[in-house]
Nanobody, 114 residues
Framework: QVQLVESGGGLVQPGGSLRLSCAAS????????MGWYRQAPGKQRELVAA???????DYADSVKGRFTISRDNAKNTLYLQMNSLKPEDTAVYYC????????WGQGTQVTVSS
């Protein structure tokens, strides 16, 4: 089973930036569409950014214009560049496939606070 390992989270002030990475143990990015999900305290996990096998990209309205998803198939790594961060972006961020989910990784905590 493919393992997903997220990293890059941390504490940042409002307006700041972070770049998240998701490393996969296998070459899955070339065979499945992927997304970044997040789960805030007391809320359900939500999909915030997605990239399909064909390269189509979509974002949740709440992050559109601020977040950028990208992938490097050769490195088996998915990225999420997050700019203009807001306190409401505070959550644990995960990567996973779209549709048929893989086992969830441990996620990476993003905290936006002054």
């Amino acid at each position: 089973q493919v393992q997903l390992v997220e990293s890059g989270g941390g504490l940042v002030q409002p307006g700041g930036s972070l770049r998240l990475s998701c490393a996969a143990s296998g070459s899955i990015f070339s065979v499945t569409s992927m997304g970044w999900y997040r789960q805030a305290p007391g809320k359900q996990r939500e999909l915030v950014a997605a990239v399909t096998l064909g390269g189509s990209i979509d974002y949740a309205d709440s992050v559109k214009g601020r977040f950028t998803i990208s992938r490097d198939n050769a490195k088996n790594t998915l990225y999420l560049q997050m700019n203009s961060l807001k306190p409401e972006d505070t959550a644990v961020y995960y990567c996973n496939a779209l549709g048929r989910l893989l086992n969830w990784g441990q996620g990476t905590q993003v905290t936006v606070s002054s």
